[in-house]
């Protein structure tokens, strides 16, 4: 059964940290990935990992802040958010796909049920 469960979403401070898991279980997955959205926009990719050789890739606007690993054991990816702004409020998703694609963003399958990380001034 596939499932992707999300959890450490809350409520911080700007510049403050949060640390979003995801643990995943149903496939050996080829990209795991955080999208988010917010109220009133379209979702956006943020962070992937290519679960085999452990590449990753951010949006320009969290390079630097944001970084996005795995724990193979675990079946567990994690999203560690610093330095927190407003405009990261959103709903954070996990995804999973079993495939490549030449857009990285694309073709994900399988999303949690999202996590909401509230950035406050």
């Known amino acids: 059964q596939v499932q992707l469960v999300e959890s450490g979403g809350g409520s911080v401070q700007a510049g403050g940290s949060l640390r979003l898991s995801c643990a995943a279980s149903?496939?050996?997955?080829?990209?795991m990935a955080w999208f988010r959205q917010a109220p009133g926009k379209e979702r956006e990719g943020v962070a992937i990992?290519?679960?085999?050789?452990?590449?990753?890739d951010y949006a320009d606007s969290v390079k630097g802040r944001f970084t996005i690993s795995q724990d193979n054991a675990k079946n567990t990816i994690y999203l560690q958010m610093n330095s927190l702004k407003p405009e990261d409020n959103a709903k954070y998703y996990c995804?999973?796909?079993?495939?490549?694609?030449?857009?990285?963003?694309?073709?994900?399958?399988?999303w949690g049920q999202g996590t909401q990380v509230t950035v406050s001034l």
């Open positions: 995804a999973a796909s079993l495939i490549f694609a030449s857009d990285k963003w694309s073709f994900f399958g399988y």
């Open positions: 149903g496939y050996t997955y080829s990209r």
């Open positions: 990992i290519y679960t085999r050789g452990g590449r990753t």
